[in-house]
């Protein structure tokens, strides 16, 4: 049976009832090369010599393993330094030499809206329903319409964004409020503006609040 070779990636799977979007690899996957040719890039070479950097084989099983483009001094690689000398020389002449670019990982940020009537982090008095003491509590995150909550959750607490999120649907900004209960444990509570400021959260802010 032939071994396929995995080409890396991912793909989005939203559930179109919850509006929950999951990151899962893409399964797509790469024939592996003809017999006789180079397992790397298919191209027919000596085995010291360098890939065939402009092979779309070698392209695209790179960018599977390494997720980004292939140049020519990763092509050379593995050969002796000699050779990949000399191999350099001759690119650099031509002008198209390149060394690899590691792009820094892209910075997320979302902002709060205008009109929101709390910033993250604003700490809450929140009232039990059950008629209990009141509770500690803050707001984690104010996300937009349109917007990912846990997308916001993680930028606007310093975060990394998690692969898995639902889409603020709503037509109006939601509150993330984070209660802190009386075993220490933490939950939380979303809340559309409107539903917030009518008060219906039970939130007052706290009067020993810095």
């Known amino acids: 049976m032939t071994k396929l070779i995995p080409l890396g990636g991912t793909m989005q799977v939203v559930d179109m009832t919850t509006g929950r979007v999951e990151e899962k690899p893409s399964g797509m996957m790469l024939l592996p090369a003809a017999p006789g040719k180079c397992p790397t890039c298919a191209v027919d070479h000596p085995p010291d010599q360098p890939h065939n950097r402009d092979s779309l084989f070698y392209q695209m099983r790179f960018h599977g393993e390494h997720g980004r483009w292939p140049v020519w ?5 593995h050969c002796a330094e000699p050779l990949r000398a000399a191999w350099e020389r001759e690119l650099r002449n031509r002008g198209v030499w390149k060394e690899p670019e590691f792009p820094a990982p892209p910075k997320h940020e979302t902002p709060v809206p205008a009109d929101a009537l709390l910033q993250p982090g604003a700490e809450l008095n929140v009232q039990d329903p059950d008629g209990g003491p009141d509770r500690p509590g803050k707001i984690l995150a104010v996300v937009p319409k349109g917007v ?19 889409l603020n649907r709503k037509r109006s900004t ?14 939380r509570a979303i809340v559309p503006q409107r539903h917030f400021a ?3 959260t039970n939130a007052q802010p706290r009067e020993d609040a810095t």
């Open 174 to 187: 939601l509150y993330v409020i984070e209660v802190t209960n009386d075993d220490g444990t933490t939950s």
């Open 73 to 77: 001094s990763d092509a050379l690689a």
């Open 148 to 166: 990912p909550v846990e997308h916001a959750i993680a930028d606007q607490n310093g975060q990394p964004r998690p692969c898995a999120y639902t």
């Open 198 to 200: 009518k008060g219906l």
